[in-house]
């Protein structure tokens, strides 16, 4: 694609613009310098000052072909039903020039508006805490962001059963996040780093003891500078890649090494039915978890095999059944809508077949496509361009899921999703789980071990957030220094 970004603005950054242009031209790259691309955006945005008052205009002209809409508009901080600030203007001025151009040339309005964000409950929340009500955020998302109302209604709903469960939390609470990126297979729409081929499994053993040492080392952090952890989550890849043995090794790991005794919530990501099995769901139990999920994504076995997923359906609803029987305090199953060759009828067949189970923690993601996952956006039966097949999912499953007696309790977005639709996690009262949102909202520190796993720090006051990354494959995590990030945290806790 070739975007051109004349900003004279003082404020936004090229990123800004690309994320901007995902909204209409999903899957797009930015490539400098000029090409024969069919997709073309250009982005002109000025400022100028009177009375001490900056003002911005933003002229906005998007192409496919020789087909091309243009958009103009002009703002200051004034314009807004809230006390905006100027970088805010300049965000406003160019979003809604652009959706004006997009709207024109491919006939549909994004349901966020031109937001870009991928937390966009944090936003609701962040405007209820500082004493606006319903209607003001309503349209502070719908005037100013021009969201679809019923995601902003969504977003305010969400917000406030968040602010709720989080209303004991204090500063000193903490999460424990622990990566095994090992798969069975790899999905076709995955871009996550994961190792599912033999010759790589053999590292496994090897990351183990790494990962062991990782936990010995991020338990005495947390003890040093007291934190209490409040919850644990065990996630992949596929943490039931694991065997038995090394299943229970590594429970043993945590439950010895932490003061799990504040402990809210302990998660076990177990994954794909395909490794997951009664002795090791009966470990995990033995060892405190009291939340599984287990994830068919459909339960349509052409729509399996077509995104790689080498499970069935059937394998799906008998460890469901086992999950049951060996009884945790939680359950929960993830769908995708919009998977490829997927339509509106089977997608809310794999919804009833996952309600009928007695799930009660049912997470809709949309599906994205990112750039490393190998299913491309051009391929003709994934991708319709306003996303219409994936937005009734979603919408008909937020619906269907309140009926069963499910809520919605957290969201997020993603860039490149079909439809640009988001993903929301409802539960039966008292069922949410605390982990999702203090991860999606950033509301506590969450530490991390394990390959591509991310360390995430958040200052006492909420204000400041720093991220440790950790080496993104496994060779290089095991070839990695021993101690990673930990004299940053401690200087991020002491200074
Ligand atoms: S199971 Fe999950 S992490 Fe593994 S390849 Fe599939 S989508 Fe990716």
Redesign the pocket.
Known sequence: MVLNIDNQSGFLNDYHFQTLCLLYYPGEKFPPGESDAVNRASFKVLAEENDGVKSFTAEVTLAVGNRRESGFCRCDRRDFSFDADDAFAAQAAVGKAFLQAGKRLFSFAPPWGYLTGLRPVKRARYYLERGFDDEAVLRLFTEDHEVAEDKARLSIEIAKTETEMLKHDSPKDCGLYVAIPF?P???E??S?V?Y?NQKLFKTLPDYLVRLDEDLRRTAAVIKELGFNLKSVYIG???PSILNDEQTAKLFNRITESFDLSKLKEFSYES??PDTTTKEKLEIAKSFGVDRVSI?PQSTNDTILERVG?KHTAKQFFEVAEIAKKVGFFSLNADLIAGLPGDSYDGFMKSLEDVIGLGFDNITVHTLSIKNAAPIRFDEADIYDAAGDVARSCVSAAGKRLREAGLSPYYLYRQKNTIGNAENTGFAISGKEGYYNVIMMEETSTVFACGASAITKLVSPDGTVIDRIAFPKYPFEYLAAEQGIGEERIRRFYKD
């Open positions: 798969c297979t790899r999905c729409y995955c996550f994961s599912s992949g890849g596929t994954g794909r994830n997923r």
